[in-house]
């Protein structure tokens, strides 16, 4: 079945330091690869996505490359901030089987001044 | 526009008793997806509707769970019961039929005692 591995928190880093967020996945066929955000107290947000290989994902400063011969999708950001302190998730979409979201385990993400 | 709402936002329930979630998507979201995420975890895969249909339940972990849309709208999850391996957050996401990606709800925090 579908699966997605992610590096394991916590991560610390201090401000203006470079982030990457490694993900690997595992699917059948050509699926949809996202990031999603959980800041602390607040739900679940959709950071950036990439629906085919070589496509590139931005959002705020984010970016993450569709490596379809690394199965990757690796989340990298030129200078963390404080405010980007939360739990990143990557994901994969299923789309034959109705676009369901297989998760990794999230990784905590600590920007310290 | 509103968001994704869930309700209760918290539950605490005694072992055998059962309990109702439910979800309200986006207005004029054809898709809505169940997940459940355990402490420290990513979220898990439990159900998905287009509209009223069911269309797939691989994810619910015993019949115990059962999951109805009976209007196409808002969704109810409801646990029989309930265990204390039953302790997650609930989480309801809701998609738009050409967009593949997710929006979720803030969950619900069900604690069994």
């Known amino acids: 079945g579908d699966s997605v591995t992610q590096m394991e928190g916590p991560v610390t880093l201090s401000e203006e330091a470079f982030l990457t967020i490694n993900c690997t996945y595992t699917?059948?066929?050509?699926?949809?690869l996202f990031w999603y955000v959980q800041y602390p107290g607040e739900g679940l947000q959709l950071l950036l996505k990439?629906?085919?290989?070589?496509d590139k994902g931005s959002n705020k400063g984010f970016e993450a490359t569709y490596r379809k011969e690394t199965t990757s999708f690796h989340l990298e950001k030129g200078s963390v901030q404080v405010s980007d302190s939360a739990v990143y998730f990557c994901a994969l979409s299923d789309k034959g089987g109705g676009n369901k979201l297989t998760f990794g385990t999230g990784t905590q993400l600590k920007v310290e001044l | 526009g509103a968001g994704v709402s869930q309700s209760p936002r918290y539950k605490v329930a005694k072992r055998g008793q059962d309990v109702a979630l439910r979800c309200d998507p986006i207005?004029?979201?054809?898709?809505l997806f169940w997940y459940q995420q355990a402490l420290g975890q990513g979220p898990e895969f439990l159900t998905y509707f287009q509209n009223e249909a069911q269309l797939d339940k691989s994810g619910l972990p015993s019949d115990r769970f059962f999951a109805e849309r009976p209007e196409g709208s808002v969704s109810t999850l409801k646990i029989q019961r309930t265990q204390q391996e039953d302790s997650a957050v609930y989480l309801c996401?809701?998609?738009?039929?050409?967009?593949?990606?997710?929006?979720f709800g803030p969950g619900t925090r069900l604690t069994v005692t």
């Open positions: 207005s004029g979201h054809v898709s």
């Open positions: 699917a059948t066929g050509y699926p949809s």
């Open positions: 996401a809701s998609s738009s039929p050409d967009r593949d990606e997710q929006y």
């Open positions: 990439a629906t085919k290989a070589d």
